[in-house]
C-alpha cells in the first residue's frame, strides 16, 4: 500500500514561491500518473497539476498555468510542484495523490485518483 508525504508547504507573499515536494513509499511509483489537488477554505478540492508515468504527459489547470511547475523523478519516488508568482487565491491546503489504477491515461478527475496525502498548507499574503 502506497504511503504519500508532502513537505515544503508554508507562508509566503503574493508574488513569492515555494516548492511543494511529494515522497511516495510502497507500491511501483514509476507505473501512475501523480498529481496535485487543492482545497481552499469553504471551497471544494480541486485538481492543480498532474503528471504521467514518464513525464512526457503533464497538465495544469488554466489558473496556474505559466506559473507552477509539476515534475517527478521516478528514481526517487517524489513528484514535486514549483509555485512561482503566487496570489493569494493561491492559499489552500495542497495534497498529492496517486492514480488509482496504474498505466492508465493521465486524468484531473479526483475519482481517479486513489492514494492521497495528509495535505500541506500553502498560505500567500498580499
Known amino acids: 500500500q502506497v504511503q504519500l508525504v508532502e513537505s515544503g508547504g508554508g507562508s509566503v507573499q503574493a508574488g513569492g514561491s515555494l516548492r511543494l515536494s511529494c515522497a511516495a513509499s510502497g507500491g511501483t511509483f514509476w507505473s501512475y500518473g501523480m498529481g496535485w489537488f487543492r482545497q481552499a477554505p469553504g471551497k471544494e478540492r480541486e485538481f492543480v497539476a498532474a503528471i504521467g508515468r514518464s513525464s512526457s504527459t503533464i497538465d495544469y489547470t488554466d489558473s496556474v498555468k505559466g506559473r507552477f511547475t509539476i515534475s517527478r523523478d521516478n528514481a526517487k519516488n517524489t513528484v514535486s510542484l514549483q509555485m512561482n508568482s503566487l496570489k493569494p487565491e493561491d492559499t489552500a491546503v495542497y495534497y498529492c495523490?496517486?492514480?488509482?489504477?496504474?498505466?492508465?491515461?493521465?486524468?484531473?478527475?479526483?475519482?481517479?485518483?486513489?492514494?492521497w496525502g495528509q495535505g500541506t498548507q500553502v498560505t500567500v499574503s498580499a
Open positions: 495523490a496517486r492514480h488509482l489504477t496504474p498505466w492508465g491515461v493521465l486524468s484531473r478527475k479526483m475519482t481517479d485518483f486513489g492514494s
